[in-house]
């Protein structure tokens, strides 16, 4: 069990999407309760990254991603921000294929690729 610390938030200040510790405590509450249920839960861990062409690597634009995070997912999904660049999404009922379409359509939303 983790203590709180003068650090956690429940948003990120940069994004307004849920912070890193609250992670945590999400993801153990939702396996929970679909293995209860036995309902499926996705995890999707997003890394995104700009000036992989250039050879040269950074975190890409917070605001962006949070953007096209929350125009994609369901009202009942939860996108957190892990750290720089690392973002992450627990999908309730949803199953392993639904989970990668997701990734791609928020991947598609960032990029400004029209479904």
């Known amino acids: 069990m983790r203590r709180a610390t003068e650090d956690d938030h429940l948003t990120d200040a940069a994004t ?5 510790g609250w ?4 993801l153990e509450s939702r396996l929970a309760g679909a293995r209860r249920n036995l ?7 997003l890394d ?9 690597p950074a975190p890409a634009d917070p605001q962006r991603v949070a953007a096209a995070v929350t125009a994609t997912i369901r009202e009942a999904d939860d996108a957190f921000r ?9 999908l309730d009922d949803t199953t392993d294929t639904g989970a990668m379409w997701t990734a791609e359509r928020v991947r598609d939303a960032i990029t400004g690729v029209e479904p």
């Open 16 to 20: 307004g999407l849920l912070a890193e």
């Open 23 to 26: 992670f945590v405590v999400a």
């Open 39 to 45: 309902r499926p839960v996705a995890v999707v861990v």
């Open 48 to 56: 995104v990254v700009v000036g992989l062409a250039d050879d040269r």
């Open 82 to 90: 892990l750290r720089d660049g690392v973002f992450a999404l627990l």
